[in-house]
């Protein structure tokens, strides 16, 4: 159809349904090997349910209880618990700064959320390697922001990016063009059944309300937030709703070239670096910008991941070089932030 119209395209899977079968099998059997393998619930040659991802903080919490805390933070639309996991070196000192880490925003970009439990595995299995991250600073994660989402593209569309809350004509809100700042003034959509509808309100998905209560509970000493995605290689930094640039992006790009570096020096990957509306495109309401805007997080950046698959769909043996890539670029940018805050 497309050739008959003169249409430059490009074919990136030939049966993408086969494919994601396939994800789905390679998945669920990796799944299988590590229960009988391993002490721990998860490893980094699976992809793993909303459950299993609470069931590994719990573990953690109770393998290294005063190093590791987790709270139940709230409950998504279908009832389902959002967990979040503070890690610190176990001192006792209170007040300390914050690195904000979140991931699964999107419900179809699971390799976000086995960045995220890398990240936890580094800070909490492997503290020794990684002390100079957690003496000054603890750090405050969200593996899972949409876990309503993250089971539907599980169970049912391996594709669903939105929320599962009902909105109008279809179910779901994206997530990222949720929060309460610039809300809907460019790149969302009024349509509820469009991928990137922005919400009847702002703050509308219980979702979206939780990562506000946390960003906004942080506010102070919270430093560094980052918030990971899928897919495109980028280092993303406010603002995402307009082409100007907030008065202290120096700095914040200075962060994200670190990530960036990094990143290219230890396997080759180049990550590009830069505001969201200058480096992508135009789209307000999103995390990052409320972090920066409104909970004044002096460092705000959104990490896209690495495409694999046909994009959104790594095969399970990526799984493991992309997290540790990713952990790689995540270290150099939080010694960057603690080296300056």
């Known amino acids: 159809m497309l050739s008959r119209f003169n249409v430059d395209y490009q074919v990136v899977d030939q049966d993408l349904g086969a494919s994601l079968a396939q994800e789905q099998l390679e998945s669920q059997n990796q799944r299988m090997v590590t229960e009988r393998a391993t002490a721990r619930s998860i490893s980094f040659t699976a992809f793993h349910r909303h459950a299993e991802i609470n069931a590994y903080l719990d573990e953690l919490a109770k393998a290294y209880p005063s190093r590791v805390s987790v709270e139940n933070v709230g409950k998504s639309y279908e009832n389902r618990d959002l967990k979040t996991i503070t890690i610190t070196n176990g001192d006792g000192k209170s007040g300390k700064n914050v690195i904000f880490l979140d991931a699964g925003i999107h419900a179809r970009e699971w390799i976000?959320?086995?960045?995220?439990?890398?990240?936890?595995?580094?800070?909490?299995?492997?503290?020794a390697a990684n002390a100079a991250l957690l003496k000054d600073y603890d750090w405050v994660i969200l593996p899972v922001v949409n876990p309503d989402g993250y089971e539907y593209t599980h169970t049912t569309s391996r594709m669903w990016r939105k929320t599962r809350k009902p909105s109008g004509t279809c179910a779901?809100?994206?997530?990222?063009?949720?929060?309460?700042?610039?809300?809907?003034?460019?790149?969302?959509?009024?349509?509820?059944?469009?991928?990137?509808?922005?919400?009847?309100?702002?703050?509308?998905?219980?979702?979206?309300?939780?990562?506000?209560?946390?960003?906004?509970?942080?506010?102070?000493?919270?430093?560094?937030?980052?918030?990971?995605?899928?897919?495109?290689?980028?280092?993303?930094?406010?603002?995402?709703?307009?082409?100007?640039?907030?008065?202290?992006?120096?700095?914040?790009?200075?962060?994200?070239?670190?990530?960036?570096?990094?990143?290219?020096?230890?396997?080759?990957?180049?990550?590009?670096?830069?505001?969201?509306?200058n480096v992508l495109y135009a789209a307000a309401g999103g995390s990052d910008d409320y972090a920066f805007g409104v909970a004044k997080f002096p460092i705000s950046i959104t990490m896209e991941l690495p495409a694999g698959g046909s994009g959104f769909n790594p095969t399970t043996a990526q799984i493991l070089p992309f997290v540790t890539e990713t952990w790689t670029g995540i270290r150099a940018m939080a010694l960057k932030v603690i080296d300056k805050y």
């Open 112 to 127: 976000a959320h086995a960045g995220a439990l890398y990240v936890i595995y580094q800070l909490a299995e492997n503290f």
């Open 172 to 277: 779901g809100t994206d997530a990222n063009r949720n929060f309460d700042f610039h809300w809907g003034e460019v790149g969302a959509s009024s349509y509820s059944c469009a991928d990137t509808f922005k919400g009847v309100t702002a703050f509308s998905e219980p979702e979206t309300q939780i990562v506000r209560d946390l960003l906004l509970k942080l506010t102070g000493r919270g430093k560094f937030y980052l918030t990971l995605h899928s897919y495109g290689n980028y280092l993303l930094y406010p603002w995402g709703w307009t082409s100007d640039l907030p008065s202290e992006w120096r700095i914040i790009d200075e962060v994200a070239q670190a990530g960036a570096d990094a990143i290219k020096s230890s396997t080759g990957t180049k990550y590009t670096v830069g505001s969201s509306t």
